[in-house]
């Protein structure tokens, strides 16, 4: 592979400005839109030596053909210019969003004559004002039954509007008490806009200012002995706090914001965005976020706001999010210029702001759970990824069956091995192994000893098992006799090299081995120099990522349970020392180095524990 790229722009060629670049493959496709405020000093870092690249980097130079670039007045500009060309080209290396499902809104149309309001799916209504979203369309639909009851304007279909205005008789839902237009002929349009206006504020936030007004003329009315009008008033106020009550105060009730909630891996994300209004939760949006390159958490955010905000109508005072982004102050500048006004991105530190983000975060890493647990029970995303494994190993058959290893220590101590196993992309937890490792030189060492072990059961001949009758006998493999297809390792090249000598030492080079470094999610074959990089959005990785993370799991669990085993040992040999002054022992000081610290007059302290017995643990430990 040659090292220099041949498209790379000649020195002094790249200006210093700010602006936005788009990498294109050889057909002209745009591949990968990024921003800078230095143009020279960003596009230097693609056009370093590729060996240095990242590895996911390195695909993307290497795919396009030809780098383009635009100057821009400011960094602002640049933030603009970034999101029209992302929406307009859909690079494939750039992030991807997906929301979680297409959410019902509540919508006033507020550039018709008579403005009405609708549940409505569609973002492009000319004039509308939205507000929402919405988890469930019913939801909606109860808010607005509550909320023309204080607020009565139009609901009626257009075509019901214009027949009552030419006809002169109210519409149909006019004459049931749905519809409060200028088409039921109770009001003027002039009227009905006022209410319309009403309406909107308080969908806005303005919660405390109407039910102040409307309680004093309530008061008023009934002080007057107005006891009709004071029915009236005290109706529509009822129908607002049934609104309220439907919403808690999270925030203080003047607080206008958008939180946004997020979890991430190495391949995916999902935002959970809540959107605040007069201090209560107006709307939830949650968004899952593939992603094709590695970006920090700052960058995730700021492409996140991009997104959220690129075409809104409705830009709030403060955004909370979890990790401010590196340009904070060109994204104020441009969100200002949308709002007209200034805008604050925060970071929530403390109080009610603090607990509402944690919250959002928590419902994202569910959402985050739900996605994966999602693609895990797709039957045919599991077959594709299948299918996907064996085209990009090389395979002569699908891995049907694939184990996965991982090496678990504390310090060099402890050494202990899994093995999980997942059949047509699933797990078979009742094949889950475990191995202990007495002596090991490094976690190569260890993969060579584990993997050994495990081939061994491959040649050993089948097992005779008894059935109920005397002469009834049956020819059954023990579980591990079953050959897998691909055998995966928690690691990088070293690892993988390891794993084939062993394959090798024990006669079973038919069986495929790769490995797959955390890190990177590179994906490494026995004797390459280079990985194996798959699509981060495909089910083929994603597949490996979850056989890692599962091996990973059961190490740690197996290699914890090994110690809480070893320290309990270790303490038994106290003469004195039972078990369940054991375990006091271990939960007043909260660790076995805790425990090896303390002096003998700390562990008198403990309830149970003499100056003698004291004495002997600490004596015994010391000599450990």
């Not at 400011?74 to 080209?89: A, G, N, P, R």
């Not at 494994?389 to 058959?397: D, P, V």
């Not at 004291?614 to 430990?621: E, G, M």
Request: with cysteine; hydrophobic share 40%.
């Amino acid at each position: 592979m040659a090292d220099v790229l041949p498209y790379k722009p000649g020195p002094g060629e790249i200006p210093t400005d700010p602006g936005v670049y788009r990498f294109s493959d050889a057909a002209g496709r745009v591949l990968y839109v990024g921003k800078a405020k230095n143009l020279r000093q960003r596009l230097s870092n693609y056009f370093a030596p590729l060996r240095t690249l990242h590895e996911r980097t390195r695909r993307m130079v290497t795919t396009a053909a030809a780098v383009e670039w635009t100057v821009v007045p400011t960094d602002v500009d640049s933030l603009q210019l970034e999101y029209m060309w992302i929406k307009e080209f859909d690079p494939p290396f750039n992030v991807k969003y997906r929301d979680d499902k297409s959410y019902p809104f509540m919508a006033v149309t507020l550039g018709d004559e008579a403005p009405r309001v609708i549940v409505t799916r569609n973002r492009k209504i000319s004039g509308a004002r939205y507000f929402g979203p919405y988890p469930k369309v019913w939801a909606v639909h109860e808010t607005i039954d509550l909320m023309v009851k204080a607020f009565p304007i139009r609901t009626c279909s257009d075509s019901s509007y214009k027949r009552a205005m030419q006809t002169g008789r109210p519409c149909f839902p006019g004459q049931i008490g749905k519809c409060g237009g200028p088409c039921s002929m109770t009001v003027s349009i002039d009227e009905h806009r006022a209410i319309v206006n009403d309406f909107v504020a308080f969908m806005a936030g303005g919660d405390e200012r109407f039910t102040r007004d409307l309680t004093a003329r309530m008061l008023a009315a009934s002080a007057a002995m107005d006891y009709e009008a004071a029915a009236k008033y005290r109706d529509k106020l009822s129908a607002i706090e049934a609104v309220l009550g439907k919403s808690a105060l999270v925030l203080p009730s003047d607080e206008d914001a958008d939180l946004f909630g997020i979890a991430e891996d190495e391949l995916a994300a999902t935002v959970q965005h809540f959107t605040i209004r007069g201090g209560r939760i107006r709307g939830v949006r949650a968004i899952t976020i593939e992603k094709e390159l590695d970006i920090t958490s700052a960058d995730l955010v700021e492409q996140v706001l991009q997104q959220a905000y690129g075409e809104a109508q409705d830009v709030p005072r403060r955004i909370l999010v979890p990790t401010l982004p590196d340009d904070v102050e060109e994204l104020e500048l441009w969100l200002r210029g949308r709002k007209g006004r200034k805008v604050e991105i925060a970071v929530a530190h403390r109080g009610q702001r603090a607990d509402l983000m944690r919250t959002a975060t928590l419902n994202a890493q569910q959402a985050l759970i739900r996605h994966k647990a999602k693609r895990t029970t797709d039957y045919v995303a599991r077959a594709q990824a299948l299918t996907d494994l064996q085209e990009a190993l090389g395979m002569t058959e699908a891995p049907l069956r694939i184990e996965c290893f991982d090496i678990s220590h504390l310090g060099g101590t402890n050494v202990v091995a899994s093995m999980v196993v997942f059949e047509d992309g699933l797990p078979r937890k009742d094949q889950y192994r475990s191995f202990g490792i007495a002596e090991t030189t490094d976690d190569t060492d260890s993969m060579y000893q584990v993997l050994r072990r495990r081939l061994a059961y491959l040649d050993r001949p089948e097992e005779l098992e008894s059935e109920s009758g005397e002469d009834t006998v049956v020819r059954r493999k023990p579980r591990f006799a079953y050959r897998p297809q691909l055998l995966l390792v928690d690691g990088g090249k070293p690892q993988v090299e390891a794993a084939a000598r062993a394959l090798r030492d024990a006669g079973h080079t038919e069986i495929a081995v790769c490995g797959i470094a955390k890190r990177l999610e590179e994906v490494w074959l026995p004797g390459d120099d280079f990985p194996v990089i798959l699509p981060r959005t495909s089910e083929s990785l994603y597949l490996l990522q979850r056989l890692r993370d599962e091996a990973h799991r059961f190490a740690i669990t197996h290699q914890r349970k090994k110690r809480r085993n070893d320290i309990s040992s270790v303490l038994a040999e106290v003469p004195g020392l039972g078990g369940s002054r054991i375990k006091v022992l271990l939960k007043h000081f909260g660790s076995v180095t805790a425990l090896k610290a303390a002096a003998p007059e700390e562990i008198e302290e403990v309830q149970g524990i003499g100056p003698v017995l004291a004495q002997n643990i600490h004596t015994h430990l010391s000599t450990r």
